[in-house]
């Protein structure tokens, strides 16, 4: 075993709580939206994803690192997390096919991790207070001195965080030439959700968050398809705008996550914060179409308004997640419009909700027809 010196960390939330432990990761001060992921394995795909810019993850599971990272397995090129907390950080990793340790990859994208603090406890305490801002610090030790910092880091209600993230310019996934074309609107993309584009027989377009319609509209796709993304989707009027123009087109449009707020918020349904968010890759979700339950995977802090899509004289509620009756998923009535707000790329159940992907093909085949 390495042996690691085992410097000291805290731990503060807006409301002036405070926990001690230890640094792994990169020595440092980070700050951000305190949030909690309730999964048991798929650390580094958290740890990847886009959707977690700006946010402070707490793991609830109490072992992480200990099967380190691997490529295959990166949502994205960095590592999308402000910082990290958990009960139990492994140096070491024992799985024979990683290329590298947790430690190692989190250091070099300067992410603070403070560990060996009772997570239960913290997880309990955001439950009941709900999502705040945090500072994590190796390097302060004035309380005083983290209040100030931390009162310095902007609420996440209010933050437009997409044209960040996203691409900066527009390029091919890949460059073979499939039987259909794709247009995706990149808010903070996960990478497997290319992946089943691709695998479906669909030549991938991404373009950045602030793209203008007119540009995605002359690319002549058979679809557009939005992705998820951080931030919060009701100071997005400026993506709204141009999904109201992709809404106009007799194409399939379908979102997922943040794509999907913005489809509903395009057709005059409001987006709201929500008191803790869903992060996770056990949320049960009913498929109201089929009457089948679905074990889902999620990140996010917003949520569609249900009295708006259930009096919308559009709109059809699809999904509906079973713990607390959020809406899960909307469809157009007679057009190929759908979103869903959970990962169908994911695979927590381990595919139940990959069918979403084939009915944007199906839905794009028989346009094209």
């Known amino acids: ?8 960390a805290v731990l503060m939330l807006s409301d002036g709580s405070i926990w001690k432990g230890r640094l792994a990761g990169a020595s440092g001060t980070v700050t951000g939206e305190i949030c909690f992921n309730t999964g048991m394995t798929g650390y ?3 740890y990847t994803d886009p959707s977690y810019t700006g946010q402070v993850v707490v793991m609830t599971h109490p072992h992480i690192g200990n099967y380190g990272v691997h490529p295959e397995e990166a949502e994205s090129q960095t ?4 910082g990290m907390v958990c009960k139990n950080f492994s140096f070491d990793f024992s799985r024979q096919n990683a290329e590298g340790s947790l430690q190692d990859l989190l250091e070099r994208n300067g992410v603070t991790v403070i560990y060996d603090v009772d997570t239960r406890a913290i997880v309990r305490h955001i439950r009941d207070k709900g999502a705040m801002n945090c500072i994590i610090s190796s390097e302060i030790e004035d309380l005083d001195a983290l209040q100030i910092e931390l009162q310095a880091c902007p609420n996440m209600e209010g933050l437009e965080l997409s044209s960040k993230v996203c691409t900066q310019v527009a390029y091919n996934w890949n460059s073979e030439t499939l039987p259909l074309k794709v247009a995706v609107y990149d808010f903070g993309v996960k990478y497997n959700i290319l992946r089943n584009l691709h695998s479906r027989g669909c030549s991938v377009r991404l373009f950045p968050a602030t793209t203008s319609a007119e540009e995605l509209i002359a690319y002549n796709p058979d679809g557009f398809f939005l992705t998820n993304g951080p ?21 399939p449009v379908y979102g997922i996550c943040l794509g999907h707020q913005l489809i509903a918020r395009a057709a005059g349904v409001s987006t709201y914060k929500m008191f803790n ?9 009913k498929n109201l179409l089929t009457g089948l339950s679905e074990i889902t995977s999620q990140n996010h802090g917003f949520a569609v308004d249900r009295m708006m899509v259930e009096t919308h004289p559009d709109l059809q509620m699809t999904h509906v997640h ?20 959970f990962h169908p790329e994911a695979g927590p159940g381990p595919h139940d909700s990959r069918y979403f992907f084939d009915d944007f093909v199906a839905a794009m085949q028989q346009v094209k027809v």
Request: aromatic residues 4%.
């Open 79 to 82: 590592v999308s997390i402000s």
């Open 44 to 46: 580094q795909e958290i």
């Open 322 to 341: 079973l713990n607390d009756h959020t809406v899960a998923g909307i469809r157009f009535n007679n057009r190929p419009i759908a979103s869903v707000q």
């Open 277 to 285: 968010g869903h992060r996770g890759i056990n949320h049960p979700v």
């Open 231 to 251: 931030g919060d989707p009701g100071v997005m009027d400026y993506a709204v705008e141009n999904v109201k123009k992709l809404l106009s087109q007799s194409k």
């Open 1 to 8: 075993m390495i042996l690691r010196d085992r410097k000291s």
